[in-house]
Structures are given as C-alpha cells and as structure tokens.
C-alpha cells in the first residue's frame, strides 16, 4: 500500500531541520593539487594509495574491492548531494589507487524516505560498512543495522533512536545525543548581540511527530540559554499557502527572535510577508541547512531587511578560502562532479568519508569491521584534514564545544560577529545537557549483541 502524499511529507519534514556540525586547520601544510597522484586531503597524509591485497576478510571486501553503501532520500526528496560527495570521494580515492590497492565501490541505498528498513536489509547483506550517508526516518533501520552487526560512519543523523547509537563513528562535531548543538549562539544571542530580545522569542516548527521532539528539545535549551518563548506555533510539514496568518501573529505578540524549524523555502515565503508588513525581527535562526545560495535568492529583498542567522558548529565556512583542506574540497568537486553543489550535508559526508579511508587503510589486508570500527575510534582529535574543528572519537557521548555563526545578506553570507577566539570559530562555552525525557539511542544489548560479536 502505497503511504498517503501527505503523510509522507510530514515525516520528511525531519530531514529539514536537522544538521550542523571545527577547526580550519590555517597552519596546516599545504596539499598537493587534487588528480590521480594525489594521496594527501589537508593535513592527511596518504589518505589512499596502491598495494596488493590478496584476501576476502569481510562481507562487502575482496581482494579487488570494498563495497560501501550510502544512504539517502534522494527519490523523495530530488537532492543528491550525498551520492555526489560519494562520487567526489571514491573517483579521487580510486585514482589514487583506492584502500591499499583495494578499489571504493560506493552502493546508493535510496530509501525514497518511506523505505528505510528495505534499504537496511539490502545493505545488511552486501555492504561492508555505511559511510556519508543519511535518512530522514533513519530510527527505523537501526535496529536492523545493529542485528546486523553494520558499523556506520553517517554524514547527518536525524531521529533521537539513532543519535550516537551504537557501531557508529561520527567524524563531523555535529552529532550530540544529550547536549543542545546550539546552546552558545542562543546565548550570544540573548546576553551579547540582542539582549532585548531575550524576553521575546518565537518558534515555528513543522506539525510531524518526529520534528516535535526537536521542538520541545528547543524550548527546553532556549529557556536555560536565558530566553522566554512568548510564541510557539506549528505548520503543516506539506506547507502554507499564505503565512500572513503567522506573520501576524509574530507582530501582534511582539517576537523579537525567531527559531524557524523546518523548509527554508517556506521561511523565505514567511519573511516576504514580514518584509511586506514593515516587521524586522532582531534576528531569525533559520537553522543550518538554509545555508546555501537558494536560500538567498528566495529571501529577495528579505536578504537585507531581516536577520537571518545560521550556526553552522565547527565546520569551516565555505567562503574560508584560506583554509587548504577546504579549498581542495573545492577543487575536487570542480574535477570530478563540476555540476554538483557542495552542501553541509556533503562538507560532512565527506569527513566520514576521509575517516573511513583512514581508518581502513591501517587495517592492511585483513580488512575487518571491528579493525575499521576500533581504528576509527581511537582518533581523539579528528579534523577531516581541516575541515571542521577537532572531534574525540573515542568520547561515545560529547559535547558541543566551538561554533560558528554566518549572516544572509544580498551579496551572500558573510561571518556575524561572535568574536571568535579560535579562528573562525568561538570555543569554550558550558554546554547544555538536555534534562526532558526524550528517546534514547539504541544499542547492541537492545539486540541481544555486544562488541564482542563483532568481526
């Protein structure tokens, strides 16, 4: 039976709020120019490179290749940036002579965002391990990765069973099962650039169950970062044809500051009718995946009027030219998928894809999951090269730690001042700890599996 339209937009809904995840790694050496000699990303020295395996250690892993699957919504929802970062990867990693020798064959698991739990139990029968991928409904395929023994190195994650479960290395700063991700910006917000706005803030959030828990997650850390939600509305996730309704509201009760959860296309539909009433709110928190070019010219003449804000953690900005690991990222994508966008989701797929290769090519040519899972582990201060700031992989439960905050303008997104003490970035603040009872990510005991059955 075919899931009704609207359903399904509802729970798709999650896969627009969710995000963000550094350090520039400014000192770093330079790279060799990307092409078929290149071994080294940033400060990685000989990320891939040749050799002779001989063995088939592992599922997914003979002596000529290793096969990865990817995960994505790209049938649903038409953005195929995760298969184009794993494009980008493998046709740079396989040039290079691949994992020892052993070429990346990157399996695109599509759910088409209904099909979570299919996709997972092809990938349980013939991936080796997940990398740089995501799924908006991915809490419905962990149970099944886990029974399967199916390490992942995701790009995103999006529903709470699935945040930090485990077999799961997270390259990016961006995934935190018990801290608020942006608890610094609300703060610097409330107590530094807008004070005044404290005491009146709004929040729009897609009407999706999934998204919801986003919502009370928000309440609870805006609360304790010092503000006070004055306005609380839902939408429907299959959008609004006229947001002057809300917008009303918003001016009628005085919001000053608003978190917006959910398209940023219908952010931009709800500010052109703010922009259009004469009402500027201090700042607007757009979240994190509004950080792209399309979300600027949708905004038209709200690009200047309002303050749109986006925390984008610990990854280095795209416009951080200076910075050698992400003007590699660049050129890669310009030599080998020159028509693909480089997004957040991909800057943070290819981290995992980097780490992946890290940590296989230790592994020689017994190429097992529990070698790729524990090498990757023991990286305690993991960069993507320069990509983001420093993330312990060996910490199953972190903490946000730096931040970075970029504002829209019409000439495109330039950095806010946060006064930064590291970089671009503002590091050292107390993090939040959610104190509300939400779900809790799954384990191997919830299977009846331990890490001693990995292999």
Known sequence: ???????????????????????????????AAPGVTSTTFGDLKSVCGPGTPASAPAQGVTAEAVQVGVFTDMGFTKKPE?????????????AAGGINGREVVAETRDT?????????????REDFVLVGGSAS??????????????????????????????????????????????FSLREWLFKE?????????????????VTKVLGAKAVESLTAAGGTVTYNELYPATGVS?????????????????LFLGSYAQLAKLE?????????????????NSYNKQFLQLLGRSAEYQNNIVD?????????QSVPAMRQLQELYRQYAPDAELTMPALRAFSSWLLFAKAAGSCGDELTRKCLVDAASKETAWTGGGLHTANDLSDKDPAPSCFTALQATSQGWKQADIKPNEDVFRCGGAPYRYTGNYPAPMTLADVGKSMSDLK
């Open 137 to 182: 409904l991915d809490g419905l395929g962990v149970k099944d990765r886990l029974s399967c023994l199916l390490p992942e190195f995701p790009a995103q994650l999006s529903q709470p069973e699935n945040l930090q479960a485990d077999l799961q290395v997270n390259a990016s700063p961006s995934t935190f099962a018990h801290y608020e991700p942006y």
């Open 312 to 320: 984008i953690g610990g990854v280095v900005p795209f416009e951080q």
């Open 82 to 94: 995760l298969v184009d970062a794993a494009k980008v990867f493998t046709s740079w990693c396989n």
């Open 1 to 31: 039976m075919k899931p009704h339209r609207k359903a399904i937009a509802v729970l798709a809904m999650t896969l627009l709020v969710t995000g963000c995840g550094g350090r520039s790694g400014s000192g770093a050496e330079e790279s």
């Open 112 to 124: 088409k965002m209904m099909e979570v739990r299919q996709r997972m139990l092809e990938s349980c």
């Open 242 to 258: 006229d947001w002057t309704p809300y917008a009303q509201a918003i001016k009628s009760k005085g919001v000053r500051g608003l």
């Open 272 to 288: 052109d009718v703010l922009t259009g009433m004469d009402y500027k709110l201090d700042w607007i928190d757009a979240n994190n």
């Open 193 to 209: 650039a807008y004070p005044q706005s404290a005491g009146a803030v709004g929040i729009i959030n897609g009407d999706s169950p």
